[in-house]
């Protein structure tokens, strides 16, 4: 099914059916966007090191540049203005999958400082994993194209600390919460940055077999800081 949909995005961007509404967000090679019907903003506009990367070691350089931007209170915010908005309004090529945690002090558009079109965010407690999870994580590379994929997780994790606390008290946690501990478990460790970091190399570990350049990383609270894990 994976192959299938990769040849077939392959097929479609390589020129045989280029244009056509079901490409709105798929016209993505080389940097390139083929709406034709789209009236063009340029993208050298944008410095160098903002264009959409084409691969996923340049994919991480960009993010990675965005990050030290925003731990030194230098932040750009890209691709935040109406030529931008007006830009994607008919395409996207985003050229990351951002799966990370729920938390309000991990927002990835504004530690990685990017912007409008330039990732898929997937977040979940914990960025923890379900079928339809993956799917979503799932539709970027196959769907669109998009070189990298980035498992975040984070320094102090509640939702982690609660699975831990609730494993460790040999507590259940209310409705749908409990889900989340078992999601957890397997990866239990009473030390909580340790377990935030064995469960995000686990994450990695589940996703690689499935996608092309997965890597995972973890966010530090008090700095700002993406440190990659593995
Ligand atoms: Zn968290």
Not at 54 to 59: C, P
Not at 106 to 114: L, Q, R
Not at 117 to 144: F, I, M, S
Not at 199 to 210: G, I, K, M, N, S
Request: with cysteine; charged share 25%.
């Amino acid at each position: 099914m994976r192959d299938e949909l990769i040849s077939r995005r392959r097929v479609l961007v390589g020129g045989a059916l280029v244009g056509g509404a079901a490409l709105s967000g798929a016209g993505f090679v080389g940097g390139v966007a083929f709406g034709r019907a789209v009236p063009a903003v340029p993208e050298r506009r944008a410095p160098r090191e903002l264009r959409e990367p084409v691969s996923a070691e340049r994919a991480w350089a960009a993010l990675s540049a965005g990050n030290r931007r925003w731990m030194a209170g230098r932040a750009r915010h890209p691709h935040q203005d109406p030529s931008r908005r007006r830009y994607v309004a008919t395409r996207q090529h985003p050229y990351a999958v951002v799966l990370s945690c729920i938390d309000s002090r991990v927002p990835p558009e504004v530690v990685f400082d990017v912007g409008v079109g330039d990732l898929l965010v997937v977040r979940t407690a914990a960025h923890t994993l379900d079928p339809l999870v993956l799917g979503a994580v799932e539709y970027g590379p196959e769907e669109l194209g998009v070189p990298l994929v980035v498992v975040l997780g984070h320094q102090r994790c509640g939702a982690v600390t609660a699975a831990a606390h609730a494993i460790r008290d040999r507590v259940t946690l209310p409705g749908d919460l409990q889900r989340i501990v078992e999601a957890l478990r397997g990866v239990y460790t009473p030390d909580i940055e340790r377990m935030i970091a064995a469960h995000t190399r686990d994450t990695v570990a589940r996703l690689r077999p499935l996608l092309p350049h997965v890597v995972g990383a973890r966010y530090d609270l008090d700095s700002g800081g993406v440190t990659r894990l593995v």
